[in-house]
């Protein structure tokens, strides 16, 4: 198959996939516990009152009515009512996504950097120093918890050194940059000290194949045996994980744009789910299920430039 | 090959399948490293009880924000003066069970799952991915949250939650891998020789494709522990005053700049894991090929 | 391929994006707070807070903090409640007379007041605000000016409220933030059914500021309203961020990066103190923290046993552990203000006391009683984790639960729990709202979820309400409080403040009795 209609049927694959994620969202939203009118409303709310804001909400309609709602306003372009901001969704959710897309590409951006120069640079070196000091170096940013990891970077670039600001997110494009380095840098230090460590794996055992001893026998330079054998089929599988951590950043993004005081999507829907204002954690999880799986499909095709063998089914 | 070949079975099949020879643990010296320092932790978890002088949830409040080196408390005080040393030791046996438990389901499903998947092809490739790439589409914490609020807080809710979707990374690994294997020579020569669907899957895809997905394992199990430190910190995992790492640095974040030994200190225990882990897993690694 | 062609291109970016860093890193430090170079240069006070408002903004559908918070900034009562929170003065209405009977109240409205666009405010702007404020369709405060008939604008500077029964607390009641007043076609408009909530950003209050609108997520920006009736504002901008971490707000204050932030962790006052540049400060505000007890939930139904847990209860340690002293220990139900008694015993520390209360109760055996605690909350959750302990000594197991706040909610209503720690903040300067919210029992919210019930206290709590002698009152007020106490459905703990911190050269600021704090008595110095 080629890669034109392989991406055809991909995208109607993705259709299949955006029904699963809704049904799987609207359901999970609907068996949570606890009732959202009485948090709307307060602890003073009478019981008539709570009916009353249900019933103006659509809450108590039967679950398939309420889905069909979902589905087709989300269609049309219409996210809904939030329940607690009484406002709509759309205006809520949309001036946040770019800001933790913006987020989770610095951050891949800056993780495709460090895992390359340092993946390498411990594969090539392995057992010396180097190669440990990596070890233990990303070891320890991957073991630390990325809100506590946050902080001593705050307290460090911000606070001692005044590299970067404290917190917040600016207000023009320069100072979004500015203000984004240190939350993208938390979390691409955590995701580069997952993908270093496949990456090196990867490279070390390459190294060892019969091809790349032919290619040694052949006498080509290291270098180019580094750069167009090894690299090539070292990084499947780090692409692979690369691709999986799309979603790990998103998630990634709730604590430390809580941290970094960023206006994202990460807050916004632990808030909403904490406050079980549904339209809103339904349409920030619909976004950014698109986002992911248009990211996976790209990791999916990357494979074929990857490595030849891999081919279309 | 011939019909004899088939009779001799998988003996001389291991001569033409390149990787299965590193199936033979060695051990050298980063996996022995490995194993010591787990070993350790190990011992600390089981002698807990004996190695600290007091009980990991008594509160003193006399002697409550310690520094470490204190008398009598060798790693100070938390903010109702309980032994941070006792509170450590004794979380150990729940973290490790954290990560063993949360770790070894996914890994188990997550792995059978990718190799079959992507060697059979098929339906059971497209269905199997599309529930895959649903799941995959929510960002992994979220998804994690959500049924820890459906099913409310506590530890085996976690491991539900956490194993409910920790199997996919390991099937994407192994599948992906089991695309690039299936075309090799001595896959295609067990083919040839009639070997069924199900034994070349085991005997020649899986020791070629297990390694990746083992290096994540020990990855996972850090990720596992960090991700039930992250939801202690949302209030979802051990209840309170349960001694448990995560919940621990969560604890002591209000207090990270009266206090900061209440968040590195658990934060290195989970460090001294993450490294003991890691070094079994690179040890693994290095074995690998041989 | 990946690598040696990506590889330069991550480069350019990331060096791109660092040269830029460093240049902004650059001319931020340098530039000075805006304002505190020349005399007339426009001063900006920038605050960080831990929520943003959620309620619509019109003052009577406001329901959270956050809103009514700004609210106060924005729109004028007819009263003010004092600094300290204990009473009235004078706001849009100079002066105000009722007749014998306490029916029938005139106010005189102040001259020359104008809502920030200029246009005059009159009586039936008032008029048409209390209306909505006391029936509107989307009014979240009805109940506290039910007692109130008719309201009427006999011309533009009087405003004459009818009362169908004679009610003390009319004036308190009127000085409350949900009886802000909007120009009369803007209070009518928020009350459709499709009233476009973001519009009620653009304000039109006779206050000290006014707001051109905000989006969630932005900071809201509160400007100088030139038109103010009292002394012009020396702070012409407000910019009011939202940074819901404890940790990363006062790091931003410690940094310079803002000039005044709420909610200090009670742990790091002292500390903020000790640095040069830095300030801050618990104030006094009329709030109590305390533990919920179902009493329809044995053995909680005994007085006995409920007695015993308050006697249990180290509130001294809490207050240290906890709140780091920043707190007092709570010995009547009601907070600190109007009409509390502050010679009621209450329950001081007594184990002995408790253990042989314990004794003679149904609960002498020992029981297992869940607490649920609202996560996100650490001061709940580090209570919990005390009371665990100091109950354990009379053969009470407390298994604390960590639930969402939604949840929790939900089984107050139901019923289902036995025992939870809460707050309680006054929204006015008379007991009136708390002892007819959280005290009275026989329907919802049935005496604060605890489900106790006096047909007595309900009694007298009415009575209070229309006592117009202000001795007779405080008499009636004081019983009530014995009576509560006695019986116990809650468990004490303390009277707590509310916390800030500021940059030194930042003056006047000042959180009331009620938690509300004024931006138009705070200057900047240089």
Not at chain 1, 201 to 230: M, N, P
Not at chain 2, 127 to 141: E, G, H, K, Y
Not at chain 3, 25 to 41: F, L, R, W, Y
Not at chain 3, 208 to 228: F, H
């Amino acid at each position: 198959m080629g890669r034109a209609a392989y991406i055809r049927r991909r995208l109607v694959l993705m259709a299949f996939v955006l029904f699963g994620v809704t049904v799987v969202i609207f359901g999970m939203v609907r068996i949570l516990p606890g009732d959202p009118a009485f948090l709307i409303l307060g602890d003073r709310a009478t019981d008539q009152k709570a009916a009353e804001l249900r019933e103006q909400l659509g809450l108590n309609r039967p679950v398939l009515e309420q889905y069909w709602m979902f589905v087709s306003g989300f269609a049309h372009g219409d996210m809904g009512q939030s329940l607690l901001y009484r406002q709509p969704v759309g205006d809520l959710v949309l001036t946040r996504v770019p800001v933790t897309l913006a987020l989770a590409g610095f951050a891949m951006g800056l993780a495709a950097v460090i895992t390359l120069i340092f993946g390498i640079t411990a594969a090539v070196n392995k057992g010396r120093w180097p190669d440990q000091l990596i070890r233990i170096g990303f070891l320890f940013a991957l073991t630390t918890p990325n809100f506590w990891f946050g902080i001593l970077l705050i307290l460090l670039f911000g606070l001692t050194l005044h590299w970067f600001p404290v917190a917040g997110f600016g207000e023009t494009l320069p100072q979004h940059i500015w203000y984004l380095f240190l939350p993208a840098l938390t979390l691409a230090l955590q995701l580069s000290a997952v993908l270093i460590r496949n990456l090196r794996g990867q490279i070390i055992q390459t190294l060892r194949s019969d091809y790349v001893r032919t290619a040694h026998a052949k006498g080509l330079s290291e270098r180019l045996i580094l750069l167009r054998h090894v690299l090539r089929n070292a990084l499947l599988s780090t692409v692979t994980i690369f691709g999986l951590q799309f979603g790990f950043l998103v998630g990634g993004a709730i604590v430390i744009e809580t941290v970094f005081a960023l206006p994202g999507t990460g807050q916004l829907l632990i808030q909403s789910i904490t406050a079980r204002d549904y339209p809103v954690v339904q349409a920030i999880t619909v976004v950014s299920a698109v986002l992911v799986i248009v990211v996976n499909l790209v990791v999916d095709l990357s494979y074929s430039f990857l490595d030849p063998r891999v081919t279309y089914e | 090959m011939s019909e004899k070949a088939l009779g001799v079975g998988p003996a001389q099949l291991t001569l033409v399948t390149p990787v299965i020879r590193a199936r033979r643990i060695r051990l050298n010296a980063t996996l022995l490293t490995g194993l010591a320092l787990i070993g350790v932790v190990i011992l600390v978890a089981i002698a807990a009880p004996l190695l600290t002088p007091y009980d990991p949830i008594e509160q003193r409040f006399e002697e409550s924000f310690l520094p470490p080196f204190s008398p009598g408390h060798i790693l100070g005080t938390d903010n109702f003066g309980r032994d941070i040393w006792s509170r450590i030791a004794f979380s150990t046996r729940l973290d490790l069970q954290i990560g063993l438990l949360s770790v070894l389901f996914p890994f188990i499903f997550g792995g059978l799952m990718g190799i079959a998947t992507g060697y059979l092809g098929g339906k059971l490739d497209t269905f199997l991915m599309r529930i895959v790439d649903v799941l995959m589409a929510f960002p992994f914490l979220i998804l994690v949250i959500a049924i820890m609020s459906i099913l409310g807080p506590g530890l085996t809710n976690l491991y539900i939650a956490v194993g409910a979707v920790g199997w996919i990374p390991y099937a994407r690994i192994t599948r992906g891998e089991t695309l690039a294997t299936r075309h090799l020579e001595y896959v295609l020569a067990a083919r040839t020789i009639g070997c069924s669907s199900a034994r070349i899957m085991i005997r020649h895809i899986l020791p070629n494709v297990i390694a990746p997905a083992l290096i994540y394992v020990f990855t996972g199990m850090v990720l596992a522990i960090l991700t039930g430190a992250t939801l202690s910190f949302l209030g979802l995992g051990p209840q309170p005053p349960t001694p448990e790492w995560g919940a621990m640095i969560a604890e002591g974040r209000q207090y990270l700049l009266l206090a900061w030994w209440m968040t590195t200190l658990p934060g290195l225990a989970l460090l001294v894991v993450g490294v003991a882990l890691s070094l079994i897993g690179d040890g693994l690694a290095e074995n690998r090929g041989g | 391929m990946f690598a040696g062609k990506t590889r330069p291109v991550m480069w350019a970016v990331v060096a791109a994006l660092l040269v830029s860093a460093c240049t902004q890193s650059g001319t931020s430090t340098q530039s000075p707070t805006p304002g505190a170079s020349a005399s007339a240069a426009p001063q900006v006070l920038r605050m960080a807070r831990n929520a943003e408002p959620f309620s619509p903004f019109v003052p009577w559908q406001i329901d959270d903090n956050p809103a009514l918070f700004i609210s106060v900034n924005v729109y004028d009562t007819l009263l003010r409640t004092t600094k300290d929170g204990t009473n009235v003065e004078p706001g849009l209405a100079t002066k105000w007379e009722s007749t014998a009977d306490g029916l029938t109240w005139t106010f005189t409205l102040k001259d020359g007041v104008k809502f920030s666009d200029g246009s005059a405010m009159k009586a039936s702007d008032v008029k048409a605000s209390l209306d909505m404020a006391r029936g509107g369709e989307k009014s979240a405060w009805k109940d506290v000016y039910k007692a109130i008939k008719d309201i009427t604008a006999s011309d533009d500077k009087t405003v004459k409220i009818v009362l169908s029964q004679p009610y003390a607390p009319l004036l308190s009641v009127l000085a409350m933030f949900s009886g802000g007043v909007l120009p009369a076609d803007m209070a009518k408009a928020t009350d459709a059914k499709d009233y476009d909530n973001a519009l009620a950003w653009k304000t039109k209050g006779t206050g000290a500021y006014y707001s051109e609108g905000w989006k969630k997520g932005d900071p809201i920006v509160l400007k100088r309203n030139t038109n103010y009736w009292r002394s012009t504002p020396s702070i012409s901008e407000v910019r009011i961020e939202y940074i819901p971490d404890d940790n990363t707000r006062v790091l931003k204050l410690q940094g310079g990066e803002t000039d005044v932030v709420d909610f200090v962790p009670f742990s790091q006052i002292a500390a903020l103190n000790t640095q040069p540049n830095l300030k801050a400060q618990t104030f006094s505000i009329q709030q109590t923290a305390f533990i919920i007890l179902n009493t329809s939930k044995p053995p909680l139904n005994d007085v006995k046993v409920r007695q015993a847990l308050n006697y249990a209860t180290d509130k001294e340690a809490i207050i240290k552990n906890v709140y780091f002293g920043q707190a007092k220990v709570m010995n009547s139900p009601i907070p600190q203000g109007t009409y509390y008694d502050k010679n009621l015993v209450g329950y001081p520390y007594d184990l002995e006391k408790a253990k042989a209360l314990m004794a003679q109760s149904s609960g002498a055996a020992g029981f297992k009683m869940d607490m649920q605690v609202r996560s996100g909350n650490t001061n709940f959750a580090n209570t919990a984790v005390i009371l665990k302990d100091a109950w354990a000594k009379l053969g009470v197991t407390v298994d604390i639960q960590t639930l969402d706040t939604a949840v929790v909610r939900t089984n107050y209503r139901a019923g289902d729990f036995m025992s939870t720690p809460t707050a309680w903040t006054n929204d006015m300067n008379d007991p009136t709202e708390i002892v007819n919210y959280a005290m009275r029992g026989g329907a919802s919210p049935f005496s604060y979820w605890t489900r106790y019930n006096s047909p007595d206290l309900n009694d007298k709590i009415t009575k209070a309400d229309l006592e117009q002698d202000a001795t007779k009152r405080a008499a009636l007020y004081s019983e009530i409080q014995k009576i509560y106490s006695d019986a116990a459905p809650i468990a004490s703990i303390a009277y707590l403040g509310a916390t800030a911190g500021w940059r030194s050269n930042v003056e006047g600021f000042f959180i009331d009795g009620l938690s509300y704090y004024r931006f138009e008595d705070v200057k900047i110095n240089k």
